[in-house]
C-alpha cells in the first residue's frame, strides 16, 4: 500500500495563490506518477495535474494550464509533489485530492483531500 499525506489548502482571494503539497510513503517503488484531482460540490472528481517520476513528465487539465504548476519537492527526504496554484479564480474552489499510481494519470491511491476556497 501507498500513503498519502497532503498540506496546505485553506482560504484565498481571488488572484491569490496556494500551495498544495503531497508526500508519498509505504510501497514507493510502485508509484510511477503522482497528481491532484478535484471535487467541487455537487460535481464529478476531475483531474487537475499529474507528475510522472520516470521522466519528469507533466499533465494539465485545461481548465488551470498557466495558472498551475506541479513539480517534486527536492527540498524533501520523501517522495513529494507541490502544487503551486496562482491567479486562482472562485470556481478553483473545491476539495483537492492527492493521487499516486502505475499510470500517467494516477489514481491507483489517493489522499484523504485538502479543502481549497477561493473568495470573489
Known amino acids: 500500500q501507498v500513503q498519502l499525506v497532503e498540506s496546505g489548502g485553506g482560504l484565498v482571494q481571488a488572484g491569490g495563490s496556494l500551495r498544495l503539497s503531497c508526500a508519498a510513503s509505504g510501497r514507493t517503488f510502485s508509484v510511477y506518477a503522482m497528481g491532484w484531482f478535484r471535487q467541487a460540490p455537487g460535481k464529478e472528481r476531475e483531474f487537475v495535474a499529474a507528475f510522472s517520476w520516470s521522466d519528469g513528465s507533466t499533465y494539465y487539465a485545461d481548465s488551470v494550464k498557466g495558472r498551475f504548476v506541479i513539480d517534486r519537492d527536492t527540498d524533501s527526504a520523501k517522495i513529494t509533489v507541490v502544487l503551486q496554484m496562482n491567479g486562482l479564480k472562485p470556481e478553483d474552489t473545491a476539495v483537492y485530492y492527492c493521487?499516486?499510481?502505475?499510470?500517467?494519470?494516477?489514481?491507483?491511491?489517493w489522499g484523504q483531500g485538502t479543502q481549497v476556497t477561493v473568495s470573489s
Open positions: 493521487a499516486a499510481g502505475r499510470s500517467p494519470i494516477p489514481q491507483n491511491y
